[in-house]
């Protein structure tokens, strides 16, 4: 193998990126989480002359270790480092002093920052394919993702965009399924022609259908935080779901996770004013667990005996 794309294995704009590299440079892909980036980085294949990393990122307390990694394999492989995860300035000095090519730029979602790096090569069509990525990561208010997005039918460009980012959630426990979408996107397949993709997202469709009925039915409101047990993969959905069945400021989804931990999903409406993720991070590290997050979108692990303290210190805390 000469050349390889390592992307998000979670997400449209991850599978977008893949798919952009691939149009373009012919790559073969293997799709990752930013728990397995590190072992794919530790175990590249031989004589690999061209990497890719897009919508991949570390936190801050293994940047050193990631900027090591890509130091030690720039001496033998040409790197293009492609992310929009935000980055401290100083860790952005630091990746930017080392031999590999890195675009990196808040503003945009991974799969137009590819897109735009790569568009010379690319055929047009390869727009709408950085478009799902934009929609999906709710980056399409950009000044780039706007120009673009005038340019087609904006309805077909939402319902390509739900139909993949439904089938992946259908599916994104098997690990072909994600694999099968990058290989059918880098062909410039529309997403509503990839055989399975209609029938799987509105299986999906039906799947949080549900769910609504069921978290008004199990979850329970305090003051201001509504809460609920799941056992459904993304926690992030339920406590999105809680907001709109209890009107709530905030949401929390839990689930638990052998032996004694319980890890939690929060999200928030604007009528929360405090920074979700800075809050629990500090509600959570009191309370012997760990979290953090955006300031509407957040999580946490801690122990089982701990959870209800937790979500109750929590709601006192958007309270005030
Ligand atoms: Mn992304």
């Known amino acids: 193998m000469k050349s390889l794309c390592l992307s998000h294995v979670k997400d449209i704009d991850g599978i977008s990126s893949a798919a952009l590299v691939r149009a373009s440079t012919r790559s073969e892909f293997m799709l990752v989480d930013y728990d397995s ?9 031989e004589g690999l002359e061209d990497l890719y990393v897009c919508d991949l990122g570390t936190d801050q307390s293994r940047f050193a270790a990631f900027v090591d990694i890509l130091g030690r394999l720039s001496r033998t492989i040409r790197i293009t480092y492609i992310d929009h ?28 920052l590819t897109y735009l790096h790569f568009k010379d090569s690319l055929p047009p069509e390869a727009a709408m394919v950085a478009l799902y990525a934009a929609v999906t990561d709710y980056m399409d208010d950009s000044k780039k993702a706007k120009a673009i997005m005038q340019t087609y039918d904006r309805h077909m460009i939402m319902l390509e965009s739900s139909l993949l980012s439904y089938a992946l959630a259908k599916n994104g426990k098997d690990p072909e399924y994600p694999r099968m979408l990058v290989a059918k996107l880098a062909e410039m397949r529309l997403p509503h ?51 709109g069945a209890f009107g709530a400021p905030v949401g929390v989804a839990f689930k638990r996770k052998a032996p004694e931990r319980v890890e939690m999903s929060l999200r928030c409406t604007s009528k929360c004013e405090v920074h979700l993720g800075k809050t629990i991070g500090a509600i959570a590290a009191k309370h012997g667990g760990s979290g953090g997050g955006h300031a509407r979108a957040a999580g946490c692990t801690v122990p089982a ?6 979500i109750r210190e929590l709601d006192q805390a958007v309270a005030a």
Not at 37 to 42: K, M, P, S
């Open 193 to 243: 022609q990839i055989p399975g993709v209609v029938e799987e997202a509105i299986a999906q469709a039906d799947v949080v259908a549900r769910l609504i009925g069921r978290v008004k039915h199990e979850g329970k409101m305090l003051e201001n935080v509504a809460y609920c047990e799941t056992k459904q993969t993304s926690t992030g959905l339920v406590a999105k779901l809680l907001l």
């Open 305 to 310: 005996s701990e959870m209800l303290k937790v």
């Open 37 to 45: 980036l590190f072992d794919a980085l530790e175990n590249l294949p």
């Open 85 to 112: 995860h935000y980055l401290a300035p100083e860790d952005r000095a630091a990746l930017k002093r080392l031999p590999i090519e890195l675009v990196h730029n808040v503003g945009d979602c991974a799969g137009m």
